[in-house]
């Protein structure tokens, strides 16, 4: 559309506003209630024009290819100052005298003196909250923060009260910041054009993106807690981070962060850090140099050689630590040690993830891009609460939601997006299979499938069809304890959307049958040809930790090479050893449990735990404390004191993420830039060093001096990885796997043309409903569901070491009403929860988001104990442990 301004034509898209022609037109107006990533309201009036001979506010009016703008003249420039100084007048000085505002900005350029600013102030201040503070008195009522809290957080925590001249903002609710809907993501603080809303450290009146030392240095990385990705500037001065700010370009963050991100940076300088090596001696851990460290763990490994042979030595690899340092930890393992026994915490998580889209569709990973979710009206939330788990993705689904977007979520628990949902089913946990197959079973009966898509890209919809037959809605609902009409009603959702997209996450992955839950998922987006095709986003697993995808393309797994390519395959290893120089060994290593198995029994002679709480985090605790015990070596490589270095022989200081120089793998495949912004403290390392050394001590060379030479080498092991290095990631940005080399097509949107399965089709899987591994009876009557919350990540051992510990200082068993008057629980008070295995000890919290019969805790606060109470029953495929099933007794105190 051509649009006049100022007598010249420009060009602008159809639906831009009179503000957009004129900054096409090479113009800047004054903005003050405006955000690019907001709808305009247009009620600042700092942006006044004429379009057609009216004044009007540039921001709200439509542009017209028959109206013409008049943004220049002396006469508009005084009533946009008028507009300002009108403001601004009400202010107290304060509101411009440190200058580092876009208000004070704006003024500045205006030449609007601070001496204009002369209201009395004396409205108050809410510092409740520990990252988020308010100055009443600086607050000009624009209403960005709102927006930005309502309409890209969709927390819909801020308001604005009051009339006229008195009109500011106020958390929902009445009461204090703290006490409010408020998710600490930050955007309110990085929308403020004034610092009213700003951050603790920073003066009031200062916006974070200018109120920063000159001195301090901007390092772009990727957020090192969930497998999101966001795109982060961490801002630092002498190597300590004074401030993270959000990533405006960030491909999949795009502006947004969450309160880890954000925020939990705090554990970085806390006084209890690792900052040099530790060896046992007489029970007790004692500081020795690097020297000593590293000489002690080489000779135990040689002797653990010498004694058992190279598969008496396991490592498990961090899926926190960047691919390049996955890379060379499991090449040390394959080359140095000689055993192929490396697993890493997907093992946990979304092993039968990996398996279940494998055996679907041929790779390891999600089946779309993220950037497409515009397109998608039905998403379809399986066992996942991103709301909590994946903030900004949860934030970018919830707002497709309220734009149209129909939105089903199955989760036994009311949280998060189920509060949105158009139909939210609540299965019995453990029972996605028929749930899934239910569907599947409306799908066909009702014809909502694909027939042509079923016949020329799938296999499997004969024994599917079979399988199905025995889940007819009233059986589907019966095993699941879902009302048969809101399966049906969500089937025909998911069946006549245009462009569905299916999101889970552990809450189909962590069962016994975990990875059949992924395949009769995948069936689903099989049957209507919503995969690998324009009529559907196929399949999302909201993977977890930052680099649990990548730490497994890099093929930190006992039976996969870098690629996944399997160590059993001749040709698979010829590959790797054409690169590495040695053989590689052919029979698949230990998985984590068989890790402890072997332990146990005696036959593990040395274990190196890099990155996992194991202690903490891993089931049936108290069998994988024995573990460690009977394991004559075990290393921890940690970047704090945890349950698992107290059974450590050495205790290795790592660096974290915000330290160190590599890439991580994010949910939808992409690999992104991870960049050191701060200096590990006093003589803690990066694992990439760390491993280094030990090979050095072994009298190996591992090659790959640097994380990027070690990029380099990776993409010579496996076909997905050709195209990829740090160069031209810092030249492009992200990009997904797989990655051909430049000028080749790394796509995000997978199977387009063919599935990579070997028949070149999508294989429907047919396995029945089977039951879980564990059923609450008569002596352990409750389900136990662990997982997540907001504030806190897996161990805690970062978050609790942060103000998130201010926001939620401790650890609740959440207890629907008739259970906590059965079990006469009350709120706020201490809990005793017994599993066959162990007890662990909580604080009531009394809620109807479970249902009767079940409870639910996180995993936050490993001296609570909850991994005493989980079995080893584990995906039969995968080796996954069902966490979402436990079957437990309470008891008051
Ligand atoms: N704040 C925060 N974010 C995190 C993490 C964290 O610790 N804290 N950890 C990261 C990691 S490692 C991971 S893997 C991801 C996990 O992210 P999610 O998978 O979203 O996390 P969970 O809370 O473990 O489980 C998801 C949901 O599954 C539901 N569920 C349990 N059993 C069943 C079932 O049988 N069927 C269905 N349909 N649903 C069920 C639970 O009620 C729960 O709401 O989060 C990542 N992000
Ligand atoms: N009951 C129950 N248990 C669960 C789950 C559940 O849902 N229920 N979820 C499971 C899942 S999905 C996961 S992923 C696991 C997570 O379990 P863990 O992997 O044990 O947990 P994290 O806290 O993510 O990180 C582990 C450790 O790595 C350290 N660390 C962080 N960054 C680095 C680094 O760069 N280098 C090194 N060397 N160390 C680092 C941290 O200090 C932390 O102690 O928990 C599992 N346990
Ligand atoms: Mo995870």
């Known amino acids: 559309m051509r649009v006049v301004v100022d007598g010249h034509a420009c060009e602008v898209a159809p639906g831009a506003s009179v503000l957009d022609a004129v900054r096409a037109a090479g113009l800047t107006l004054p903005t003050l209630c405006h955000d690019d990533r907001l709808r305009p309201v247009g009620s600042c009036r700092t942006c006044l024009v004429r379009v057609g001979g009216n004044v009007a506010a540039a921001c709200v009016t439509p542009a017209s290819e028959d109206t013409p703008v008049e943004a220049a003249g ?34 500045a350029s205006m ?83 004034t610092g009213a809303i700003h951050q603790p450290g920073l003066p009031p009146g200062a916006c974070a993106s200018r109120a920063l030392p000159e001195a301090a240095v901007t390092t772009r990385t990727t957020c090192g807690y969930c497998a999101v990705g966001c795109s982060l500037d961490v801002v630092a001065e002498d190597g300590r981070v004074l401030a993270v700010l959000p990533g405006r370009d960030g491909p999949v963050n795009r502006g947004a962060a969450c309160v880890k991100g954000r925020f939990a940076h705090g554990y970085l300088r806390a006084d209890d850090r690792l900052t040099e090596p530790l060896l046992r001696r007489d029970g007790r851990l004692e500081p020795v140099s690097w020297a000593q460290a590293i000489d002690h763990v080489a000779r135990g490994l040689n002797a653990a050689i010498a004694a058992g042979g190279p598969d008496s030595i396991a490592a498990i690899s961090s899926a926190r630590a960047t691919n390049e340092e996955n890379y060379l930890i499991q090449k040390f393992m394959r080359t140095v040690i000689g055993t192929n026994n490396i697993d890493n915490c997907s093992r946990l998580c979304h ?22 979710i515009e397109r998608a009206d039905c998403l379809l939330v399986v066992g996942a609460n991103p709301v909590e788990a994946h903030p900004v993705v949860g934030a970018r689904l919830l707002q497709r939601a309220l734009n149209g977007a129909t939105l089903v979520v199955a989760d036994p628990r009311a949280v998060g997006l189920a509060g949105y949902a158009d139909i939210h089913l609540r299965p019995r946990p453990g029972t996605n299979v028929a749930l899934c197959h239910g569907i599947a079973h409306v799908l066909l009966d009702e014809g909502l499938v694909d027939e042509e898509f079923l016949r020329e890209r799938a296999a499997g919809l004969a024994e599917l069809t079979e399988t199905v037959k025995r889940y007819p809605p009233p059986v589907a609902a019966e095993v699941t304890g879902v009302p048969e009409a809101d399966l049906v009603a969500a089937a025909r959702s998911y069946g006549r959307a245009r462009c569905p997209a299916i999101f889970y996450g552990l809450g189909v992955t962590e069962h016994l049958h975990g990875t059949d839950g992924v395949r009769s998922l995948a069936n689903l987006a099989i049957l209507r040809g919503a995969v690998g095709t324009s009529r559907g986003l196929g399949v999302f697993p909201l993977r977890g930790q930052n680099n649990v995808q990548g730490a497994s393309d890099m ?35 230990l998985r984590i449990p068989q890790m402890f198995d072997a332990a146990r029994a005696g036959r593990l002679r040395a274990l190196w735990i890099i ?120 030249r492009e940005g992200a990009l997904p796997w797989p990655c051909p080399p430049p000028g080749g097509d790394a796509r995000g949107k997978l199977y387009t043309d063919r599935f990579a399965t070997p028949d070149g089709r999508a294989h429907l899987a ?17 389900l136990l569901i662990t997982g997540r919350r907001l504030e806190h990540y897996n161990s805690g051992s970062m978050t609790r070491r942060t103000d998130d510990l201010r926001l939620a200082p401790t650890d609740h068993l959440d207890v629907h009403p008739d259970d906590a008057a059965r079990h006469r629980l009350a709120d706020g008070r201490p809990v005793t929860v017994e599993s066959r295995r162990g007890r662990a000890r909580l604080t009531v919290r009394i809620g109807t988001q479970t249902e009767p019969g079940q409870l639910f805790c996180a995993i936050h606060f ?5 991994n005493a109470l989980t079995s080893d029953h584990a995906d039969t495929a995968t080796s996954c442990p069902e966490y979402k099933v436990t079957a437990v007794r309470i008891s008051p105190g």
């Open 74 to 107: 002396e006469e508009l420039d005084a009533l946009r100052e008028d507009a300002v100084r009108l403001l601004v007048s009400a202010l107290p000085a304060r509101a411009l005298a440190g200058g580092r505002s876009e208000l004070a900005e704006l003024c």
């Open 111 to 193: 030449g609007i003196t601070p001496e204009t600013a002369k209201g009395a102030g004396g409205r108050g201040r809410d510092e409740s909250h520990p990252y988020v503070h308010l100055d009443r008195d600086l607050c000009i009522a624009c209403g960005r923060c709102v927006r930005m809290c309502a309409d890209t957080q969709g927390a819909f925590a801020l308001t604005l009260v009051g009339r006229g001249a008195e009109t500011v903002v106020a958390p929902g609710g009445g009461g204090s910041w703290a006490e409010s809907d408020c998710v600490s993501c930050g955007g309110c603080v990085d929308t403020c054009p």
């Open 351 to 372: 092993a039968p993830s990996a398996a279940g889209l494998t055996a679907s569709f041929g790779l390891a990973g999600g089946t779309d891009s993220f950037d497409d």
């Open 555 to 589: 093929g930190a797994l006992p039976d996969s090479l870098p690629g996944y390519r399997k160590v059993a395959e001749p040709e698979a290893r010829a590959l790797a050893e054409s690169v590495w120089g040695v053989p590689v060994p052919d029979r698949a290593g």
């Open 611 to 730: 990155g996992e709480d194991v202690c903490s985090t891993d089931p049936d605790s108290n069998r994988v404390a024995a573990a460690l015990d009977a394991c004559p070596l075990v290393i921890a490589q940690e970047l704090f004191p945890s349950a698992t270095t107290g059974h450590a022989d050495v205790v290795l200081p790592a660096a974290s993420w915000l330290e160190k120089d590599g890439t991580f793998v994010n949910f939808d495949r992409r690999f992104q830039r991870v960049r050191a912004a701060a200096r590990p403290p006093g003589r803690a390392r990066t694992d990439f060093e760390i491993v280094h050394a030990l090979a050095a001590a072994l009298g190996a060379d591992l090659g790959c001096p640097t994380p990027a030479a070690a990029l380099d080498e990776c993409a010579r092991t496996s076909p997905h990885f050709t195209g990829l290095s740090h160069e031209r990631l810092d």
């Open 766 to 782: 047919a396995a029945p409903y089977l039951p879980p591994g564990e059923q609450p009876d008569d002596e352990y009557p409750l």
């Open 862 to 866: 490993p001296d609570s104990n909850v």
